[in-house]
């Protein structure tokens, strides 16, 4: 068998060596197979991911400062995508009892409108016990100086600017609405060359009047708890409950209300415990008496959070923006 000179252990050695050659070629291929497919797999979840950023409708620039005065004061910029004229911007105002809020929980506000063609920005803002009434107030006219001051990078339109908020950011709403102009409001947060006046607001079942809200006998009988929220308003307006007190009646949007103040869409619930739905329609009432546009839209159910409503009063909402942005 050996008769062509070769001898058994060089052949010996040449299978091996073809048998190592053979398994390291088999583990090259299928190392570019794995490679392969992951380069597949990993251009489908970039794929995806891409997808999922361009159908979302909107942009995000997320922490942005807005205020000199703090710098835990950030806001989040939604920017539709798609649209070619300016847009207008809606300020994002979370409620929360009058504490510091960071406005995370009004994303879902914030997604609506950018995903129907309004700018958002979602703002943090310093609240009770620290800081009160003064401190957060001056933080939403901030932050519609600050949108106003990078408009022009966004494209955002700075002549129509609009707020809304629910609860404690419906007061919020409603007293950046009326004290346009109220340099004693203004606070610090720099870009004070730009104005923090608003042209249109939504407010869900805020408090309007303080003074009412805590001494008028048909707005005690509308919720539970009363001596329970004087205190907590008291956290945030500062001194102790007076009907006749500067802080608390500088703290109530119906004693700013002029005829210049923009128009204003009040929601509200009828079956609402915490607050009373008469602080939505005597504001309403006291802006039509002075000439201001003004709507409201009850609910007969859904209490303080809207519950159950759907995407409702959003829509009422657009709807108003729309018409008046």
Known sequence: MWKCGLSKQFLDGFVVEAIVVRSMMLFKIKKLIF?????????????????????????????????????????????????????????????????????????????????????????????????????????????????????????????????????????????????????????????????????????????????????????????PGVKAKVLQNGAWVGPPFSATDSDWLRASAMNHVDADDPPMLFLQCKDDATVPWRQSQEMYEKLKEVGVEASIRYYETGGHGFKDLGDTPMEDMVRFFRQTL
Not at 88 to 105: D, L, N, S, Y
């Open 35 to 223: 490679t392969a497919c992951s380069i597949t797999l990993l251009g489908s979840a970039l794929g995806a991911q891409e997808a999922r950023e361009s159908n979302s409708g909107f942009t995000v620039h997320e922490g942005l400062n807005y205020s000199t005065a703090d710098s835990s004061l950030t806001l989040d910029l939604f920017i539709p995508s798609g649209v070619l004229t300016p847009a207008p911007c809606v300020i994002v105002i979370q409620g929360g009892g009058f504490r510091a809020q960071t406005g995370q929980k009004f994303r879902p506000f914030a997604e609506y409108l950018a995903n129907r063609g309004f700018a958002a920005a979602l703002i943090a803002y310093r609240g009770s016990p620290e800081h009160q009434y003064l401190d957060t107030i001056a933080d939403t006219k901030a932050a519609v100086r600050f949108v106003r001051s990078v408009s022009a990078d966004h494209n955002i339109d700075p002549d129509r600017i609009g707020a809304m908020g629910r609860s404690a950011g419906g007061t919020l709403t409603g007293l950046l609405a009326v004290t346009g102009g109220v340099n004693e409001l203004e606070g610090l947060g720099g870009h004070s060359e730009y104005s923090s006046r608003i042209q249109a607001a939504v407010a869900y079942a805020g408090v309007f009047d303080f003074i009412a809200r805590f001494t008028d006998e048909k707005h005690i009988a509308l919720q």
